[in-house]
């Protein structure tokens, strides 16, 4: 009987985490482990490994892996993406999965900081009137605070 | 040669150093810049929350130069990476470049999907080339030793950039920097990521990335460090002073933009190059050159 729950676990978010990423490839990972080892997050911080966050969806675990903070220690660096022997776009996929952990509300404040602020400006950084002037007296040209054709596409989205 | 100046979030705000000194030498070697007011967040810091509203900011960007017909030159490599992949993309595939267009009619902008995206270090080397680049030389950097840090997003993933460097053995900074009369230094770890990015999520293991490097810098001899990202310069420059602080250790290495160091090659005044503005200085290291000049 539990066996049984296991597999539809395991279908059941591993193939959502395939729809969101558009591809498959994931399943094709043999544990190699060469993500990590090149993984230079990894390499001052074991408890964070690429391997781990696919095999953990691999095995259809969903709330560790959406609601853990482990997502959000990949420096997106693309190192084992270039290196993966089995062609898994493991950088954009870690990406994918962010988005559906920010979906479900779980995201560290600082990513929602920032996508507030551009939802909100269309800058991350809106220049005050001081930067302004410091870039006045430097001769550079003005820079708008806020793009509001930027905050208007991003205005039904959340 | 003419290109759109994108300047992004971080640059305008926090690295007129990096601006003014790409600007100076825009000129210098008959490049034009265009700025366009109305460019936006690239879309970068939103890829993880939502990368279907960043892929849009991104074609509303790309859309802005496709008007104007020209194409984008990058400071920093994350707006690089995130303007590169979406024209990568959208190139690809007709049917998410319909939808996105249909998102852009809101604001009255199509993106036909005809804009190219280069990186300022790569426009240097490729369009306006070593040659005359060398030819614009007036003082001479006596081979001073300077590490390279490359970073990530300004040659990976790839498959982004046709054509562009071997992601294992990266040497356009190296060319740049001997042409110009300095030494690149090897430390071994020139391509790996400052950390930057995980800043936002765990400062401990995003400075303890940075210190790796700079351990290795330190050691290489080098009188400075070079970078092309404001990402990547707000870990070694910014933050040095606190990884010196935390882990105990000394390093004081001057960390130059790399039209920071062109420009001094052509000859261009600290003032103009923003050079004062580095937050670990960079007198002893600009006077160093001078001085053996004499």
Not at chain 2, 31 to 47: A, N, Q
Not at chain 2, 90 to 105: P, T
Request: a negative charge; aromatic letters at 6%; proline letters at 4%.
């Amino acid at each position: 009987m539990s066996d049984a729950h296991v597999d539809v676990k395991v279908r059941d978010f591993a193939r959502q985490v395939a729809e969101e990423f558009g591809e498959e490839r994931m399943y094709a990972c043999f544990e190699c482990g060469q993500c990590a080892a090149c993984c230079p997050v990894h390499r001052v911080n074991a408890e964070f490994s690429p391997r781990k966050i696919i095999h953990m969806v691999l095995l259809g675990m969903m709330d560790e892996v959406l609601d853990s903070r482990l997502i959000w220690l990949c420096s997106t660096c693309y190192t084992c993406q270039e290196t993966c022997p089995q062609g898994i776009k493991v950088t954009d996929l870690i990406i994918a999965i962010r988005n559906m952990a920010y979906e479900r509300g779980s995201f560290p404040d600082g990513i929602k900081r920032q996508a507030d602020l551009i939802s909100a400006e269309g800058r991350l950084y809106s220049l005050d009137e001081f930067d302004q002037k410091k870039r006045q007296k430097a001769n550079l040209p003005p820079v708008l605070s806020r793009v509001e054709e930027a905050v208007k596409l991003l205005e039904d989205r959340k | 040669m003419r290109y759109a100046l994108f300047l992004g979030c971080t640059i305008p705000a926090r690295s007129r150093n990096y601006e003014m000194s790409a600007r100076a030498v825009a000129e210098k070697l008959g490049i034009e810049l265009l700025d366009i007011e109305d460019f936006s967040c690239c879309g970068f810091p939103l890829k993880s929350s939502d990368r279907a509203s960043a892929g849009l900011l991104a074609a509303r960007n790309l859309a802005l130069a496709e008007e104007r017909g020209v194409p984008i030159v990058t400071l920093c490599s994350s707006c690089n990476s995130m303007l590169a992949e979406t024209a990568h993309h959208l190139s690809h595939s007709d049917e998410d470049l319909h939808l996105v267009n249909e998102q852009l009619q809101k604001v009255g902008r199509e993106y036909k999907g005809n804009t190219t995206v280069k990186h300022f270090a790569r426009v240097l080397l490729e369009d306006v080339g070593i040659d005359r680049i060398k030819e614009n030389l007036v003082q001479d950097l006596n081979e001073i030793p300077i590490a390279t840090h490359y970073g990530c997003h300004y040659i990976k993933p790839t498959e982004i950039y046709p054509g562009g460097e071997n992601p294992d053995h990266p040497d356009s900074l190296d060319q740049l920097l001997e042409a110009v009369g300095a030494r690149a230094v090897t430390h071994g770890m020139e391509r790996d990521c400052c950390g930057g990015p995980v800043l936002v999520t765990d400062e401990q293991t995003a400075l303890a990335m940075a210190k790796q490097k700079l351990d290795k810098v330190k050691a290489s001899g080098a009188k400075a460090m070079t970078l092309v990202c404001p990402f990547c310069s707000v870990m070694y420059d910014d933050n040095q002073k606190s990884i010196e602080a935390q882990f105990d250790v000394s390093y004081q290495i001057p960390v130059l933009y790399l039209p920071q160091v062109i420009g001094l090659a052509l000859g261009l005044d600290r003032k103009v190059l923003g050079l004062n503005l580095n937050v670990v200085k960079t007198k002893a290291f600009t006077e160093q050159i001078l001085s053996e000049q004499g």
